[in-house]
């Protein structure tokens, strides 16, 4: 297996209000950039298929080699056009899944069950489940067969709730990614805000914000090829 599927939302706008979100482009770029630079090959999937939209706030912080793949016809098409359907996976494909951000998978990742059995499979296989910032939401209610949450008892990071609040979002989003995560056992790492952080527990690998996506692609990487 040298496939890694890279998860995406389908939110257009935070909920309750006309503002834009989507996903969180770097959060998407940096990591692919890092695995596929290592011979790794993605796919992409979102939880209704399809079209995928963008952040516009995120824009602001591309780097060249974001715009490189942002740019290419691969990621316009596969990602942002045309994102596989959860049902279209076939999970024993890929040796890791990876979370995207994003203030919209707060609405349309924690609460969906294909995603969820996909997510189990491949954790079941001795594959990886990886997030970044606002990602951590997609593996917040992920359970075990024994009906465990996957995160209880490890170690795992993500958005922060100070954070939240430095970004001006915490009146918006429906939860806190921290508060549930330690509520549904894990013990939450975090460092400064807005800093490179990622943690890796086992088979989860986790990262704090938008600015940990290369980390948790380096972590994953490095695992792969132990493994290989």
């Known amino acids: ?10 939110t257009t706008r935070y909920h309750g209000t006309t503002d834009p979100t989507g996903l969180w482009l770097g959060e998407a770029t940096e990591f692919v950039d890092e695995v596929t630079k290592a011979g790794f090959d993605v796919d992409y999937v979102s939880p209704k298929g399809g079209f995928v939209p963008l952040d516009p706030r995120s824009m602001k912080y591309v780097a060249e080699s974001d ?18 359907n959860p049902s279209q996976i076939d999970s024993k494909e890929y040796a890791a899944i990876y979370y995207t951000g994003g203030h919209g998978v707060m ?11 996909i997510t189990m499979d491949i954790y079941n296989q001795g594959g990886y489940v990886t997030s970044v910032c606002h990602g951590i939401a997609g593996l917040l209610n992920v359970k075990t067969a024994k009906g465990e949450y996957l995160i209880k008892g490890k170690e795992i990071t993500g958005f922060t709730t100070s954070e939240e609040i430095l970004a001006n979002k915490r009146k918006v989003v429906p939860f806190l990614n921290q508060k549930v995560a330690s509520d549904h056992g894990a013990i939450f790492r975090k460092k400064r805000a807005y800093k490179s952080y990622a943690v890796q527990d086992g088979q989860l690998i986790t990262g704090q914000n938008p600015f940990s ?11 792969l090829k132990q493994s290989k």
């Open 1 to 10: 297996m040298t496939k890694i599927l890279v998860v995406l939302t389908n």
């Open 67 to 84: 715009m490189k793949i942002y740019e290419s016809s691969d990621f316009q098409n596969r990602a942002l056009m045309n994102s596989m």
């Open 107 to 117: 609405w349309d990742f924690p609460n969906n069950s294909e995603l969820q059995k």
């Open 213 to 223: 996506a290369r980390a948790v692609g380096k972590m994953l990487v490095h695992q």
